[in-house]
């Protein structure tokens, strides 16, 4: 593909509702990262894959977040129960490897009401 | 802690003016340094890095030690520089430039 792939580009959810954000890489990066962008604010870190492997974590703001990558390829990110400070666009990025340029998909906005 | 500031949340200029976006950060070690643009409805891409040293669509940045300050400069805006501009800080030592911290970003807007 052209670009890094994010899908739905806009979800709107009940609060309490679980929601599911799909992320598909630029074909044979193998690190990608999520992030999560509140208005007015800059993207903040949620967590890394190398491949399959989930090497960082450590940005999820709650154990209702979860990210898979198990094929070393589509990521999804879940959400569980959400609530209404989850409401943020919600980015993916990848990298061919390590120390090189990370690209941005268009986003996920997700607006929980 | 690691920390990127950009003090201004809006920056408006006049087109052939110079324009400098200010960018502090807060890093125990070696940082690495970019800079992020966003045009309007179109994804965050990488403008510039500090270890390249290059110059990109007439901007440059130069990464200042003792003051901890990554500076986005250039000598006459253009009309079409009108957009948000992120600083961001490599989270680890020599990490991937995806394990990012980023500030919160000025919006730049340049006027005929």
């Known amino acids: 593909g052209a670009g890094v792939s994010q899908s739905p580009r806009y979800k709107v959810a009940k609060r309490g509702q679980d929601v599911a954000l799909r992320c598909d890489p630029i074909s044979g990066h193998v690190s990608l990262f999520w992030y999560q962008q509140a208005l007015g604010q800059g993207p903040e870190f949620l967590t890394y894959f190398q491949n399959e492997a989930q090497l960082d974590k450590s940005g999820l703001p709650s154990d209702r977040f979860f990210a898979e990558r198990p094929e070393g390829s589509v990521s999804t990110l879940k959400i569980q129960r959400t609530q209404q400070e989850d409401s943020a666009v919600y980015l993916c990025?990848?990298?061919?490897?390590?120390?090189?340029?990370?690209?941005f998909g268009q986003g996920t906005r997700l607006t929980v009401v | 802690a690691q920390r990127v500031t950009q003090p201004e949340k809006l920056l408006s200029v006049f087109k052939g003016a110079p324009v400098e976006l200010k960018c502090n950060y807060s890093?125990?070690?070696?940082?690495?340094l970019f800079w992020y643009v966003q045009y309007s409805r179109q994804r965050l891409q990488l403008l510039l890095r500090h270890i390249s040293r290059e110059s990109i669509k007439g901007f440059t940045a130069d990464l200042n030690k003792g003051e901890t300050s990554f500076h986005l400069k250039k000598p006459f805006a253009q009309e079409e520089d009108s957009a948000m501009y992120y600083c961001a800080l490599s989270k680890n030592y020599g990490g991937s430039q995806g394990n990012l911290i980023f500030g919160k970003g000025t919006k730049l807007s340049v006027k005929p």
């Open positions: 890093y125990s070690g070696s940082p690495e």
């Open positions: 990025a990848s990298s061919l490897r390590q120390l090189t340029e990370a690209f």
